[in-house]
């Protein structure tokens, strides 16, 4: 899997935008970029993940440049609940052929702030 | 139910005693992993399971570890002779192949202390 970079804190304000980078240059062809967040006391969380496209859910969207050496985590309006530790991972789709276990770096820290 | 459940959500035990940890996953999820991850660091992996194919038990740190899954339903994860060491938050996901398997669900974690 391809390496990622992140940021290792951000602070967001309550109710504003929180935008989080991930630098993934070596990324090849056909891997995907997952994001996860883990709050604390809590398991990991699945957020999203993208190819090539943006992609909206209902936690979040998801923008990845043109070459796809860089994306970024879009929480529209963030709010307290939403202070944990992201993870920016890159991962080849699943084969379903073995196991495939989930890798994290550092991630980044979010706090959202009153 | 709705996601990954597991119990119990924390764990003391004497060193040296057995302990047995469960996980229920998403109905439906065929497959299984279980992960520890120590406080303040990341996810290490332990063991997978997948329908009826054999276990990937390369993750399992030693021979005091084991764990059994029943068809695809409920997994427990097993430490005998327990060590300081083995002190963790020992969490379980499962995911679907069957539909690309790219997300993962974890369950809340099993926080096991051992004195």
């Known amino acids: 899997d391809a390496k990622t970079t992140q940021p290792p804190s951000m602070d967001c304000a309550e109710g504003r935008a929180a935008n989080l980078p991930c630098n993934h240059s070596?990324?090849?062809?056909?891997?995907?970029v997952y994001w996860y967040r883990q709050i604390h006391s809590q398991g990991p969380q699945y957020i999203i993940h993208?190819?090539?496209n943006n992609e909206t859910n209902e936690m979040a969207s998801l923008i990845i440049t043109e070459d796809r050496k860089s994306s970024t985590l879009i929480l529209p309006h963030a709010t307290l609940r939403d202070t944990a530790v992201y993870y920016c991972i890159v991962r080849f789709s699943y084969s379903g052929a073995g196991s495939y276990q989930l890798t994290f770096g550092k991630g980044t820290k979010l706090s959202v702030i009153p | 139910g709705a996601g990954v459940s597991q119990s119990p959500s924390n764990k003391v035990t004497e060193k040296g005693k057995d302990v047995e940890l469960r996980c229920d996953p998403i109905s439906g999820h065929t497959a299984l992993y279980w992960y520890r991850q120590r406080l303040g660091q990341g996810l290490e992996f332990l063991i997978y399971?997948?329908?009826?194919?054999?276990?990937?038990k390369s993750g399992l740190p030693s021979d005091r570890f084991s764990a059994e899954r029943t068809g695809e339903s409920v997994s427990t994860l097993t430490i005998q002779r327990t060590q300081q060491e083995d002190s963790a938050v020992y969490l379980c996901?499962?995911?679907?192949?069957?539909?690309?398997?790219?997300?993962?669900?974890f369950g809340p974690g099993t926080r096991l202390t051992v004195t």
């Open positions: 993208g190819l090539k």
């Open positions: 070596t990324i090849s062809g056909n891997e995907y």
């Open positions: 996901a499962s995911t679907n192949p069957g539909t690309g398997g790219r997300e993962q669900y």
């Open positions: 399971f997948q329908g009826n194919s054999a276990p990937d």
